[in-house]
């Protein structure tokens, strides 16, 4: 059985930082792309980061290019999602969810079966 614990959220100041981590359990991690998504208030899910199932290749939102990182620990089976320079409009419910993709540009979109419960990011101006 596919689980996902998602942890790490918070509420911070505009400006601030914070590590979102993923802990997963019941996959062969070398096998499986990792997606961070996000629902803010009111708005639909959107793709935020991925990687693919070696880390060696990473996806990253316009939204948050250059202020986010995403990394994984295959031997810890946990993603990790470091968060610098947060903005008013990061805040969201962050997912992270995981999958078998054909292609590395399915990255950001999926689709993605397992999802974790989420965790929330709330930031403030």
């Known amino acids: 059985q596919v689980q996902l614990l998602e942890s790490g959220g918070g509420s911070v100041q505009a400006g601030g930082s914070l590590r979102l981590s993923c802990k997963f359990s019941g996959i062969t991690a070398s096998t499986y792309y990792i997606g961070w998504f996000r629902q803010p208030p009111g708005k639909e899910r959107e793709g935020v980061s991925c990687?693919?199932?070696?880390?060696?290749?990473?996806h990253y939102s316009a939204s948050v290019k250059g202020r986010f990182t995403v990394s994984r620990d295959n031997a810890k089976k946990t993603l990790h999602l470091q968060m610098i320079s947060l903005k008013p409009e990061d805040t969201a419910m962050y997912y992270c969810?995981?999958?078998?993709?054909?292609?590395?540009?399915?990255?950001?979109?999926?689709?993605?079966?397992?999802w974790g419960q989420g965790t929330q990011v709330t930031v403030s101006s």
């Open positions: 990687i693919n199932p070696s880390g060696t290749l990473t």
């Open positions: 969810a995981v999958e078998v993709l054909s292609a590395d540009n399915l990255c950001l979109v999926g689709p993605y079966r397992h």
